[in-house]
């Protein structure tokens, strides 16, 4: 397993120039400073595109997997090792903390996450129990196993954000229009702070956690925030993602925010505390970069879709991103959103190969 960190060679190669994953071009482009060249990884690199993944994961539930220190750490390092990716991310699940609080959750292949007693009134958000941080040991042991197997690629810590976790709370499961969620928000918003503010608690000990046992970065997914209004979300969710930023202290990782379909919200985004901020691919990143404003790094933004089409179409959408990205302080190539399972794992490797040579300096 450590063979891949410490060789730096082969097709899986690691950026070996290097040697503090704190000092990393991904950690360096989420702050803005000058980098080698433009850092790139995939939302979702680890998972179903992959061979491996899918023998490794065979038996076993996904909320099993990713509370078994060993499977983590192997599945994490997959997509390091194949693709030669920039940076690792926590192979784990938003919904993890709630797991691990005590609510019935369970994740349906090819659904997502369902909720046995879905929260629908106050008292049902007075009743969720607490994530305490004592029952995270499993997490801080894959996460050091994983640093100490990365060398200088720097692992991702990430949590879901206080309103894309709601959803799935009251929703029961996932949903297209996230009516019963924005119902709640609007009748019910004094329960609605209450529950708010319990899931920025419980972001907030995922997220340090992860960074306490050495992750060099994190990322809070809010996937759903961009079915909202500029004016409810302001008022009504972004309080509680600053929170959970809050919340890391003054601990030296840069933060990256990413929501889907958040065009409308990208001047709020980057408000809660980000170093950088995602963007899917329905706006490009030179007016993604005028809408964040400056003091923000930007990370995307390649439709998943595109990774299916041909290598020409494919080398023409990553060569415009690559442009367009240079308007931004800072650019991490990524996916709009998360890799889809039917992508071929070669394009992912050429992605990586093509943004690395399209941007040596
Ligand atoms: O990005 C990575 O490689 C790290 C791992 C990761 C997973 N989930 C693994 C996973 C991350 C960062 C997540 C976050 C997550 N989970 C989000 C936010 C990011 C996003 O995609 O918007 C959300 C909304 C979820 C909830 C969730 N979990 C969904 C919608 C699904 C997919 C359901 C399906 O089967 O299509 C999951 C399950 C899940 N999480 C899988 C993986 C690899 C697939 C489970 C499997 O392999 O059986």
Known sequence: MGDAASQGQGPGQLPAERTAPGDSDLVRAARGLPVARTPVWFMRQAGRSLPEYRAL?????????CQDPDLVTEITLQPVRRHGVDAAILFSDIVLPLVVAGVDVEIKPGVGPVIAEPVRSVADVDALPPLEPDRLAFLETAVR???????????????GAPFTLATYLIEGGPSKEHARTKAFMYAEPAAWARLLEHL??????????????????????????GVLSAADYAERVLPYSRAVFDGLGDRDVPRTHFGVGTGELLALIGDAGADMVGVDWRVPLDEAARRVGPGYSLQGNLDPAVLLADRETIDREVRRIVQQGRAARGHVFNLGHGVLPDTDPGALTHVVELVHELTTR
């Open 200 to 225: 920025s608690v419980s972001a907030a000990v995922f997220l340090r956690a992860q960074v306490d046992a050495g992750a060099s970065a994190v990322q809070l997914f809010d996937s759903w925030a």
């Open 57 to 65: 994961r065979a038996g076993t539930a996904m909320l099993a997997a």
């Open 145 to 159: 196993q994983l640093v100490s197997e990365l060398g200088p690629t720097p692992l991702i810590g990430f949590a």
